[in-house]
């Protein structure tokens, strides 16, 4: 008792104590110095590692209570919104390891593995982003394969992945390279009306080149003001391509009205040389030769070999010795050449690209110095450029034009070794200048190859094959490559005519029955009126028009049978259909009508013969039975 006394003394002393909570370890650690800085940056690391593995709890209270987030502090998104392109942050981990993947695939020259890869992991577990796909889309485009290109951005776009800038770039420079100019107009108001971007410099470029190569300068025009209205600084290259085109027409009063604008905009001061070599253009269409030398001096001094007024690149480089050769001053061109070779020092310098090259070719072409122009094109190689198929079909149709088939030739073969793929162009090239030569077995291989290719070749070439075996007597052939195209062409009747032509020039008027059959019998064809006339004059002149009457009404009669053919195995299969389903599953669910009424009269039958028999018993023995119930009860 004595010692629980005690015991509760001592306890009620501690509880009259004033109460202090222990020191803390943190506040006892940053009450006190640190040795050394090491310790001290020490010490912050470890807190910083602290706050990413335990997150302070106001972060984690706000994540375990969204609803009591105010509703208003974020705006409902509109789901008719346009959806915003991957910032460049979004090219890493596996997915910069599928970018470089296939961007060697590229390097490799493998654009169809490219391509298929890209579209396999649009729905992998490793979206590939869309700088991924713009790359394989402008490696298509530098090959000229613009069918393939809108075949992966129309599947890209249909996947979900949102185009930048640079996608609808590449799509307009498609359109604008395969002449469709009002179709890259549509889709560039479809970009400033829909896109959530505005468009670049590069594709006012873009648009405003095609324009003025097609013979649009007008609306060229119009397109730069809208770019300076939409805020646009005014572009050198922009006006170089409006003062290009207004050489190419012999306005050179338009070349200086556009120099002077864009120096107005610019401040006074025009530094970018690529708008010289248009200026000694309207200088030369003047007829004031003086003056574009004096351009020509100012922007590169020959004395001193250094640039003085302008700056100048590749692109300015080309336009000098587009107007040099163009105008009576090649041998200016070629020193001028060979001084841009020595100083191209890539990637530190470059003063010479693709272009450079394929000006001195054709100002070589253009002198008849056909040996110098291969040349030329063959040493690409030792300033890193490389030629792509529009510069092999240039060079090409040069050498084909000027009866150098053999040296043409040689070039396709080179396309081959460099892995450039020939185009459509390329093969009518070299099918042409066969045919000329007198070698029309040549002809038909390129054109074979040219399908074995994948290529599309459109009706005027196939006409021109067709003509050009024709004319040598190969109708077989022809005949032949008629048989491979009719399902792969929309022919209109001049081919038949063609084809059916020839074949009555060598006696085969069956052969042309035989097409017209194949003409009536295929749902896709059209046997026309005008085509029938011809067909029946023809004939008329053996005296077998009855044959083609006979033949019509056999292919409509073959016609009508397989259609009541047709319709009898439809009808037959429906009964067995329904046969197999009646064995199959009751007839309760079906209904047999015919059963369940028969069923139904002989239950009838039934209950009648009872009720008559129930009536039929006598009156005595009715009571009797009653009787017995009764006593039976009892």
């Known amino acids: 008792m004595a010692l629980s006394k005690v015991i509760f003394l001592t306890h009620l002393k501690l509880l009259t104590k004033p109460h202090r909570p222990p020191p803390s370890s943190f506040v006892s650690l940053r009450s006190l110095s640190f040795a050394t800085p090491e310790e001290a940056a020490a010490e912050r690391r470890r807190r910083k590692r602290r706050l990413r593995i335990e997150p302070p709890l106001n972060s984690l209270r706000s994540q375990s209570h969204p609803q009591q987030q105010p509703h208003h502090s974020s705006p409902p998104k509109n789901p008719n919104a346009p959806k915003l392109p991957e910032p460049v942050t979004a090219l890493t981990g596996n997915r910069l390891v599928l970018h470089n993947k296939i961007l060697t695939l590229i390097r490799l020259n493998d654009l169809d593995e490219a391509a298929l890869l890209t579209r396999h992991s649009v729905y992998s577990n490793c979206r590939p982003t869309v700088f991924t796909c713009n790359a394989v889309m402008a490696a298509l485009l530098r090959q000229s394969r613009y069918s393939d290109l809108l075949s992966l951005h129309r599947f890209v776009n249909q996947a979900g992945i949102a185009a930048n800038v640079v996608t609808h770039n590449l799509l307009i420079n498609a359109y604008v390279d395969c002449r469709k100019t009002d179709t890259a107009l549509e889709h560039y108001k479809q970009l400033i009306n829909d896109a959530p971007f505005n ?163 054709d100002g070589y072409c253009a002198g008849g110095r056909f040996e110098d122009a291969i040349r030329v094109f063959n040493s690409m190689g030792e300033m890193r450029c490389r030629p792509d198929t529009l510069s092999y079909n240039n060079l090409i149709e040069q050498l084909c034009n000027n009866g150098m088939l053999a040296e043409a030739e040689e070039l396709y073969k080179q396309m081959g070794e460099k892995g450039v793929s020939p185009d459509e162009f390329t093969f009518v090239l070299l099918m042409d200048s066969c045919f000329r030569d007198g070698r029309p077995d040549d002809a038909a291989g390129y054109f074979k190859t040219m399908i074995d290719s994948k290529l599309r070749p459109n009706l005027g070439v196939y006409n021109r094959l067709i003509e050009g075996l024709v004319k040598v007597g190969k109708v077989d052939e022809a005949k032949s490559f008629y048989e491979l195209m009719v399902g792969k062409l929309k022919m209109d009747d001049a081919s038949y005519e063609l084809m059916m032509k020839a074949l009555f020039g060598t006696g085969k008027a069956d052969e042309v029955l035989a097409m017209v059959g194949g003409l009536l019998r295929d749902e896709g064809l059209e046997f026309s009126a005008e085509l029938q006339e011809f067909v029946k004059g023809e004939l008329g002149k053996e005296g077998r028009e009855e044959d083609l009457v006979k033949l019509m009404e056999d292919v409509e009669r073959e016609k009508a049978e397989a259609a009541a053919k047709e319709a009898e195995a439809a009808e037959k299969a429906k009964a067995s259909a329904r046969a197999a389903v009646s064995s199959l599953l009751p007839s309760k669910l079906f209904g047999n009508k015919e059963e369940e009424k028969a069923e139904e009269e002989e239950s009838v039958a039934e209950t009648a013969s009872e009720t008559d028999s129930v009536d039929a018993v006598p009156v005595e023995e009715a009571t009797v039975g009653e009787n017995r119930s009764e006593a039976t009860s009892e």
């Open 199 to 361: 468009p670049s410099p590069t594709t006012y470029r873009i648009l405003i080149k095609g324009l003025v190569d097609n013979n649009k300068l007008d609306r060229a025009i119009e397109l730069k003001d809208e770019m300076l209205v939409k805020g646009l600084d005014a572009d050198p290259i922009v006006y170089h391509y409006l003062m290009l085109g207004q050489a190419r027409v012999g306005n050179g009063d338009g070349v200086f009205g556009l120099f002077e604008e864009l120096k107005e905009k610019m401040g006074g001061v025009v530094s970018d040389g690529v708008v010289c070599g248009d200026l000694m253009k309207g200088y030369f269409l003047r007829g004031m030769e003086k003056e574009a030398m004096e351009v020509y001096n100012e922007a590169y001094d020959e004395a001193a070999g250094q640039v003085l007024k302008y700056r100048m690149s590749a692109v300015a480089y080309n336009s000098v010795l587009d107007a040099l050769s163009k105008n009576g001053k090649f041998d200016e061109a070629v020193n001028l050449f060979g001084r841009m070779m020595a100083k191209h020092d890539p990637p530190m310098k470059l003063s010479v690209n693709l272009g450079s090259f394929n000006v001195m070719v």
